[in-house]
């Protein structure tokens, strides 16, 4: 398996500010990293597929100018929320898939709960 | 297409009787099938996992599901429920193409002492 963290695990910020999250494989060296979104009481929806040393894949419907998302290394993917607004206020998770095998489980954050006043 | 169903969004049951979520999924290709549990601001842990092995699978902490291809369903059982038991569970279809995991929308599952 591969142990995942995430920092922070909540942040309040003001609408308009830019907000960063990271994403850490921590025993896992991964090229790919997942990022998902969670509304309350909702369920998991990919945003996109962080790949590392090249652009992310986006999910339809997902700004890539709002969500930027940065992997820079084989363990540390980040997810920047631009210009924040109450209406992204979410539950952001990271998964990392540590298999060749596109079948086989993924591995997931702890979460960070993004609050927009 | 692939999608998956969660028929119930709640389920209580007490604490020592047995406990059934259900899933129904829809795939054009032979699937993998995943069931997650998430505890309040805790992160998403595996419970078991069906990749096209036995179609019996068990997981941990007493659950277990059986792929059934001809009812396209993934139930999640355990024979007797424990206090900790209490979380939302999510079944989960991946496809193997584009590495997309496509979740239901939940259960969530509290045990009554």
């Known amino acids: 398996g591969a142990v995942v963290s995430q920092h922070p695990s909540r942040v309040i910020c003001k609408s308009g500010t830019s907000v960063k999250i990271e994403c850490r494989s921590l025993d896992f060296q991964a090229t790919t990293m997942f990022w998902y979104r969670q509304f309350p009481k909702q369920s998991l929806m990919l945003m996109a597929t962080s790949n590392e040393g090249s652009k992310a894949t986006y999910e339809q419907g997902v700004e890539k100018d709002k969500f930027l998302i940065n992997h820079a290394s084989l363990t540390l993917s980040t997810l920047t929320v631009t210009s924040a607004h109450p209406e992204d206020s979410s539950f952001y998770i990271c998964?990392?898939?540590?298999?060749?095998?596109?079948?086989?489980?993924?591995?997931f954050g702890p979460g960070t709960r993004l609050t927009v006043l | 297409a692939q999608s998956v169903t969660q028929l119930d969004s709640h389920v209580s049951v007490s604490e020592g009787t047995p406990v059934l979520l259900r899933c129904n999924y829809s795939?054009?290709?032979?699937?993998?099938l995943f069931w997650y549990v998430q505890h309040p601001n805790k992160g998403l842990q595996l419970l078991l996992k069906?990749?096209?092995?036995?179609?019996l699978v068990k997981g941990i902490n007493g659950f277990e599901a059986e792929f059934k291809k001809s009812e396209t369903s993934f139930h999640l059982t355990k024979p007797s429920a424990h206090m900790s038991d209490a979380a939302e569970y999510f079944c989960?279809?991946?496809?193997?193409?584009?590495?997309?995991?496509?979740f239901g929308t939940g259960t969530s599952l509290t045990v009554i002492p």
């Open positions: 998964s990392v898939q540590t298999s060749r095998d596109t079948l086989d489980e993924q591995f």
């Open positions: 795939s054009s290709y032979s699937p993998s």
């Open positions: 989960v279809v991946s496809e193997g193409t584009g590495n997309q995991f496509y």
């Open positions: 069906y990749t096209s092995a036995a179609t």
